[in-house]
């Protein structure tokens, strides 16, 4: 067994592109994996913490994953994530490894996937609202997804971030900063909007107008967008299960179609210009098992082995 750290699979040099790759992968593959929605687990007594596990199966690969994601809001960092990768034939464990890394950059390659496969053709005009983790990652995957395009890139002003997500970026070529202090004054600017928020109360416009027509809507963490559950043309999504308890999922779900139905042919993405769409990607422990996957075969040369004693024949207690 290995045990692959954090600075592990920071260190393996994984590219954007590859993150893009394996996303891509991960939706070729969803309808052969058993892939049950993930089990979220909030403790009364832990105002804001949550315990979220997400298994999973992709016979084809002949791999098993278990992935448990917690959020403690006092605890540094908040998020922490850990992954379990499993022989499926042999039942063996092949590694434990750290998921903090993989979320984050899976999480953005798939937030440029979709921008990518379903924003309006040949869109240049980008707006990002939250500028922390996932909006780096994404806005790096989103460079790799198409890189012929000069991207004029729409910040929401918040607490200095924007001077920092800047810098960050300053060396990427073909993109232009704009930075602005009104959500409805980013969304008329921006062809594609990515929210990277994780919390807010309420929507962030409840003007329907403000939405122009061709918009592609990107909530990464599903948060201030619900009155467009309502308005826009289509709603596309990773799992529809885990959409069900959504307030509005009634009301859109004849307009809800799955990202991987479109990456496989089965489905239309985009049909025209005009259409104003919304994805949810809530994130499915599939792509976490791809990138896992890769991210073994990369480091399991670099790592040394752990014994992990298991019981060699039946017992009796």
Known sequence: MKIISFEGIKN??????????????????????????????????????FYNVMPTIAPALNIACVKLVTRLPHAEPALDGNLLLSDLATNSVSALMDATWITNARTGAVAAHSAALLGIPGFTRVGFIGLGNTARATLDCLRAAVPERHLEVTLLAYKGQEEGFQERFAAMPEVTFHVVDDVKELVAQSQVVFSCVTYTPEDFIDDDSAFAPGITLIPVHTRGFT????????????????????????????????????????????TSDEERILVYNIGIALQDLVYAKHVYDAAKDLVPDVVYPRPQEKFWA
């Not at 993150?19 to 009364?44: V, Y």
Request: hydrophobic share 35%.
């Open 227 to 270: 009155q467009c559950d309502l308005t826009f043309d289509k709603v596309f999504c990773d799992d529809r299960g885990h959409l069900h308890n959504f307030k509005n999922y009634a009301a859109f779900e004849p307009r809800l179609t799955e990202v991987a139905e479109v990456v496989s042919g089965q489905k239309p993405g985009r």
């Open 12 to 49: 393996l040099g994984i590219t954007p592109k590859d993150c893009l790759e394996w996303t891509r992968e991960a939706l070729e593959r969803k309808a052969d994996a058993m892939l049950p929605p993930k089990i979220s687990l909030k403790p009364p007594h832990l105002s804001g913490s």
